[in-house]
């Protein structure tokens, strides 16, 4: 059986924190800009956060940014979102993939996502 490639959610009160984490069987993330989505119930998937391979350039979007936190192990084949101050509108499923391209807000998702639920 394959192993889930996102891991970490849960449910969590409104300013909480959670860490995901994003473990690819199969795939390398080396070379890769990668990245986190997430969608919410009735709503389209949308850009969370994404990373350069060097793993130290990044960018998110408005509605996370100073909250999450993303970061990678290559040597680990690894990319974690540091989620903190979680608000429930950050309610969704997460999931990760590899960037069309750095700047990008598009990519290809590489798991079945994690479930993250956050409470007033």
């Known amino acids: 059986q394959v192993p889930p490639v996102e891991s970490g959610g849960g449910l969590v009160q409104a300013g909480g924190s959670l860490r995901l984490t994003c473990a690819p069987s199969g795939r390398t993330i080396s070379g890769n800009v990668m990245g986190w989505f997430r969608q919410a119930p009735g709503k389209e998937r949308e850009f969370v956060a994404a990373l350069a391979d060097d793993g130290i350039n990044s960018y998110y979007s408005d509605s996370v940014k100073n909250r999450f936190t993303i970061s990678r192990d290559n040597a680990k084949n690894t990319v974690y979102l540091q989620m903190s101050r979680l608000k429930p509108e950050d309610t969704a499923v997460y999931y990760c993939?590899?960037?069309?391209?750095?700047?990008?807000?598009?990519?290809?998702?590489w798991g079945q996502g994690t479930q993250v639920t956050v409470s007033s």
């Open positions: 993939g590899a960037m069309r391209q750095f700047g990008s807000r598009r990519g290809d998702y």
